[in-house]
């Protein structure tokens, strides 16, 4: 039965679930790394004795069935509840983010698009006005254009999104603080192995899920891929809870945790590939192949679910889909290659920048006041982004126009091209044409646009609010794409007889399709900020529908990340890894010094002897008092102090449970009694107190290594098993132990970086 | 035997949750198969063609007459020119689901509000109740929480108080301040000392 923290006057048996759960041998604490060796062969454990008792009766081997189903049943759900909240997300933002604009009088909860959808009125040249749809100036003062509509529609949207950011941030503050921030760099280093209580919880899940709205439609330069990750991830604890072969086992729990990563980015990019390739190459640690199948089925799932809740019309699962297949010719690598060393550039730069402000916002007062942060920066974005069209509206809404093709029936600014008026082509192969006014204007507000945007996200990523990145580098890229599609697109038809455009490109043909150039900047740089290379690819391609753009899509990738690993080795993910001193071991950092483990290994010269438990000759207060004075996580146990052969090692948390246990439940245990780690008890004298046997929290085979085994080997030993410590021998005497901790910090040392700042074990 | 109800009951509760999502999305679903006479159409536009100006033409249609001949009425132009006002209009199908946009909204507006209510209610109105209740004395804080005007500072208070009575209504509440400690905890680490999620 369970031992409550009070009384058990015996009420209430049905509300034990309310009480705190008894920390039973074999969890782990917060902020500590898990055993996985021992996950894994609970596991086999586990799996062993289902498999031996299904030969019993019908009834264990319809349960060993269902155990061996439940690992489905779990990604089924998982990909349902994925899809199901990122449609709720989606169709949430559509409406708040016009909510700033106006309002639907007809019925309130349509968005501007929803609410002209079955407008007469619409017109060809004024698309967007239908008389359901009034403005906040229009409501107010009954005026729609002119000076003071203008401005009265300003500091509606103003108020709006100070309003929209001032819920998130207190809503963060007081229910969920694990809600804030991107999420992607706190799930990789739990999959590796790391215990975050509470990051994966319901409430962290519910929150972050109505804030991610609030902040979206604030107008904020942030996307919502990375916190959808993080709810994916959230759905996921949630229903291995419901299992017990998933809640009782860490090692299992990261598989689907590993799986719901996916089903993330499955739904925010409408890419159940990508984002399977997406978790393998970004956010996993170890991804065993039955992962992989697993994986795409959540995803799968979470795409379907998303498509039939449908929030974007027309079964679509982005609000950027395009699908258009106009070819691309062999000149157009060399602005492609450029736009892939623009965003390798801006992905460095942004990498700076951002870790230098979140140093600063960690370290001095500016931390001090995260709500206050979160509303004066979102006063500054919507003060400059309301008068440029490109920014007020959405960042979703901007790349699709940008990705978007102009045809005849475009009425945007940036399709103002000069029509001519005899021409009778259909409407997809429209040739080049020159540009007009608009398009001029276009072009220097997107230069603005650019400018902010690339200076705002900066000080954006990394408040205390939910925020993604994905969706303002792709906007970064896309306008810079953009601007340089058009750039060569009047190049080619002013000056068609220069040599380069003379052989693909004769004037009355359609050569240059600017979006195409948008959708390779938004690559270059999405994989110049992140360094990812394979998922990037699938994911644009996913996206565009089609695999006739792959290869300018994969110059510009292949480019953008060359260029960005010039300058330093981490993406933004693993840079926030290290700017909170997270214990994790990159697999994709290379070891290549010349050090041995006796360099590393602690104790050093200098430093007091190991602290040790001998097998049979130390005391319950000897222990005790050892466990007091000192912080190890756990201590290696040696024959005796003379002569120091390794029997074993003992984890503080099973030591300090099972000798509470004992005290409280066993006969006779008293301080002085002897604890000894054999089968045997040692010999004692006649009346001296009942000893104490704690063999079975004894690990009988931890991982050693000799002193001059390079730390190559080691490094490599840590990753590959994900060992927390290991033990220094030396012709079978101990000599030392190496903590993952002390590795982190050699190679951080190693590395010229400041080894202090690894912070957890 | 405890353990097995326990069990059984936090099953219960997560089971009824997840059962609320799939039923909001069974009801999209059967939306979707009840759909509104207007959440269907065909939209042709078609632009400038000599005299005639640019014009958008809605017609509630299926997907296999959703052309431009059958959409676009009256036709502008006589003869032989439809063919060529024709060939330059885009005629696309789009439906959508006016129950699910507002079964969704009014859903999460009312989450929302569910939240904001709670919010306020534990920053502003708990502790003066709790003030009322228990007197000035009992709410002196810990020495680290001096100035700390954070909601559920007088948390630990309340758990060392009501672990000498064990009903339904004290576990409750037992739990709810466990909770608030755990946020306190989460909040202390994000917001004060800067250690996760910097």
Redesign the interface.
Known sequence: ??VN?????G??????????PFPDVGTYEDFHTIDWLREKSRDTDRHRKITSKSKESIWEFIKSLLDAWSGWVVML?IG??AG??A??ID??VD?MTDLKEGVCLS?F??SHE?CC??S?E????D?DKCPLWKKWSELLVNQSEGASAYILNYLMYILWALLFAF?AV??V??????A??SGIP?IKTILSGFI?R?YLG??TL??KT?TL?LVVSSGLSLGKEGPLVHVACCCGN??S??FSKYSKNEGKRREVLSAAAAAGVSVAFGAPIGGVLFSLEEVSYYFPLKTLWRSFFAALVAAF?LR???PF??SRLVLFYVEYHTPWYMAELFPFILLGVFGGLWGTLFIRCNIAW??R???TKL?KY?VLEVIVVTAVTAIIAYPNPYTRQSTSELISELFNDC???ESSQLCDYVND?NM?R??DDIPDRPAGVGVYTAMWQLALALVFKIVITIFTF?M?IPSGLFIPSMAVGAMAGRMVGIGVEQLAYHHHDWIIFRNWCRPGADCVTPGLYAMVGAAACLGGVTRMTVSLVVIMFELTGGLEYIVPLMAAAVTSKWVADAFGKEGIYEA?IH??GYPFLDVKDEFTHRTLATDVMRPRRGEPPLSVLTQDSMTVEDVETLIKETDYNGFPVVVSRDSERLIGFAQRRELILAIKNARQRQEGIVSNSIMYFTEEPPELPANSPHPLKLRRILNLSPFTVTDHTPMETVVDIFRKLGLRQCLVTRSGRLLGIITKKDVLRHMAQMANQDPESI?FN | ???L???L???GS??S??CL??S??LL??LS?AAKNF?DV?CKC????Y?DN????Y?KNISQKDCDCLHVVDPMPVLGPDVE?YC????C???????V???V?????LS??GL??LY?VY??LVEPILKRRLFGHSQLIQSDDDVGDHQ?FANAHDVLARS??R???LN??E??QQ??KL??QE??K???DR?????
Request: with cysteine; glycine share 6%.
């Open positions: 039965s369970m923290a009070g009384a058990m006057s009420s209430g048996n049905l509300m034990d679930f309310l009480d705190e759900l349902l509840l199901t909240l449609g709720v169709l949430a409406w019925a909860w349509y929803q959808w079955t007469n619409t017109t060809f040249e698309r819920l207190s809503l503050r007081v229910f969920a603080p694990y804030c921030g706190e975050i509470g319901k409430w519910l929150i109505v709205v949630f229903f809870s419901l679910t039939s809740i449908n019309g027309n979140c140093r916002r960690k370290t931390g995260p045809g005849a029936l008026p009778t259909p409407v990394g205390k926030h700017l909170n912070m | 035997m405890a353990a109800w326990g069990g009951f936090r099953l997560m089971l949750l997840s999502a799939l909001v999305l999209v679903q979707d207007e159409r536009i078609c632009p400038p000599k100006s640019g014009h958008i809605n060529a060939l330059r209009c885009e696309k199908y789009e439906e959508r689901s006016s699910t946009i507002k969704t909204i009014i859903i999460y989450i929302l939240l904001l919010m534990l920053t909601p672990r000498s064990a009903n339904v576990k409750v037992y739990a466990r909770w755990q946020v989460q909040r680490s994000v917001f800067h250690v996760v999620l910097s």
